[in-house]
């Protein structure tokens, strides 16, 4: 049977591959500040991505040809200043360039054997990291996917904290036949951290929520109470570096106070939280950060890097080597004096995401990120201010930090009309496109929480929000007047 000529990989395909796709990639940045979120007619827009699988491939160049024609408009616009979902950074140019760089080595980060560049750059932007949030330099980082394998590696460490204290090494016996692993944190509890405490078999339902009211904020004598009527034994404690709602933050302080007093463990969630410390406007919010035991932070939202990046710290380093142990004939061995990030986290196979990170820093420094910062808690501010304003918006919460909380309510209908009116005018934004943000529920009524994390992300941006939200929620609130 004769052989496609496109069937196979060939080197010629490299250098035109490359022309186009930098060609596309900066049509594409030059345009980014004025694309729409979503274009309306995506789902157009994916149909040449269909059929069955070719049994001759097309070659390189077609490949790429067709995602770049179909696939660049049908993307969402993530990377873009009009992006308020979800908590999502953009891009910054040197983490752009060095992503691009860190694809071209194809650098498994497992340990220095398999990439000293990889790893080396790790170990360095870990430690420029915990400068930047003021934590100790002798605690140990791991590089992860994101938060929810950010709060996995710190809840490891927990869970072996634990499982020692009791004698045991649950790593390796696991956790059966022990009494339940107890939880507490506030009603700020992030899904991630209850997802990881079910891959730890610690499970979901473990978590006692020590919290009041309807946003579930801490309520500290409920957790100095359960702690106490554990009559000394070893607990985990959760708290809430910025709450995907409001944007509130835990008593971390306080939660520390408590949990030491008991002896517990603290773990501090801080997927985009933390990032507050790094601005004396904010840095309040985190006192106590650097006494807790294990903390957890994203890179791709508010540090502005690619998907997917987080950070892991951990006070003792050997829990992680305990909980992550990890050996092969092949592989460097336990007691290897070089780094080995594949035997302190859940990842063997590790793609060099610390050439981004470390590009990052070294490009803008930490009076760059703080600027990124405190610009974000400026729009947040003004976002703020102008849904105070406007006569059909209604804030909800204070604006602490880069998340505002509001609803559409134009009078004279009832929270059931309200939560029902502005859940339609949330599937109304994000199927026009020109800018999305996502609703949730605060403190039970259905809102608006747009958070705000890209560095291109200008006033104008802001404005285009609400003047959209108003303009779409005005048609809807037209549409339900003439009802019966």
């Given at each position: ?150 709060n996995f590696v710190g809840l490891a460490a927990a869970r072996q904290w634990w499982g020692e204290s009791h004698g045991r090494d649950p790593s390796r016996d696991g956790l059966a036949g ?34 009041s009211g309807p946003a579930g904020r801490l309520d500290a004598a409920a957790l100095d109470r359960g702690l106490r009527e554990l009559g000394g034994a070893p607990a985990i404690v959760i ?136 610009h974000h808690l400026d729009l947040a501010q003004y976002l703020g201010a102008r849904v105070d304003r406007e006569p059909h918006f209604e804030r909800l919460a204070p604006v602490q930090i ?83």
């Amino acid at each position: 049977m004769t052989e496609s000529p496109f069937s196979l990989p060939d080197r010629a395909e490299i250098e035109p591959v490359l022309r186009l796709a930098l060609e596309r990639a900066s049509d594409y940045l030059a345009g980014l500040d004025d694309r729409p979120a979503l274009a309306p007619d995506v789902e157009e827009r994916l149909r040449p991505f269909a059929g069955s699988l070719p049994e001759h491939g097309h070659g390189a160049m077609e490949a790429v040809r067709l995602l770049a024609e179909h696939g660049l408009p049908a993307a969402t616009t993530t990377a873009g200043p009009k992006f308020f979902h979800f908590v999502v950074g953009g891009v910054t140019p040197a983490a752009f360039g060095a992503d691009l760089l860190t694809a071209l080595l194809d650098q498994p980060a497992y340990a220095w054997a398999s990439s000293p560049l990889g790893v080396h750059l790790e170990v360095l932007a870990l430690r420029w990291l915990r400068e930047l949030f003021e934590l100790p330099a002798e605690w140990t980082g791991v590089m992860t996917t994101g938060a929810t394998m950010a709060n996995f590696v710190g809840l490891a460490a927990a869970r072996q904290w634990w499982g020692e204290s009791h004698g045991r090494d649950p790593s390796r016996d696991g956790l059966a036949g022990m009494p339940p692993v107890p939880v507490f944190s506030s009603g700020h509890i992030h899904a991630s951290a209850l997802k990881c405490l079910a891959m730890l078999g610690i499970g979901r339902d473990a978590v006692r929520i020590a919290g009041s009211g309807p946003a579930g904020r801490l309520d500290a004598a409920a957790l100095d109470r359960g702690l106490r009527e554990l009559g000394g034994a070893p607990a985990i404690v959760i708290a809430n570096a910025g709450e995907v709602n409001a944007g509130e933050y835990d008593p971390i302080r306080e939660m520390l106070d408590i949990a030491r007093r008991h002896g517990a463990w603290l773990h501090v969630d801080g997927a985009f939280g933390l990032f507050a410390r790094i601005s004396p406007r904010t840095r309040h919010l985190t006192d106590g950060v650097d006494e807790a035991d294990s903390v957890t932070v994203d890179g791709h939202k508010w540090l502005n890097v690619p998907y997917d990046c987080g950070f892991s710290f951990v006070r003792d380093v050997g829990l992680l080597k305990r909980a992550f142990a990890y050996s092969a004939d092949y592989l460097p061995g336990p007691d290897d004096p070089r780094p080995n990030f594949g035997s302190v986290g859940p990842e063997s196979s590790r793609r060099a995401r610390a050439l981004a990170v470390w590009a990052t820093l070294q490009a803008y420094g930490r009076a760059g990120h703080r600027h990124i910062v405190e610009h974000h808690l400026d729009l947040a501010q003004y976002l703020g201010a102008r849904v105070d304003r406007e006569p059909h918006f209604e804030r909800l919460a204070p604006v602490q930090i880069n998340i505002v909380c509001f609803r559409y309510n134009p009078g004279g209908l009832d929270e059931s009309t309200l939560d029902a009116l502005n859940e339609r005018l949330g599937r109304a934004l994000l199927e026009d496109g020109r800018v999305f943000a996502g609703t949730t529920k605060f403190e039970g009524r259905v809102a608006f929480r747009p958070a705000i994390s890209n560095w291109r992300t200008r006033e104008a941006d802001v404005d285009l929000l609400v003047d959209v939200l108003d303009e779409l929620g005005a048609a809807l609130a037209r549409e339900l007047s003439r009802s019966p």
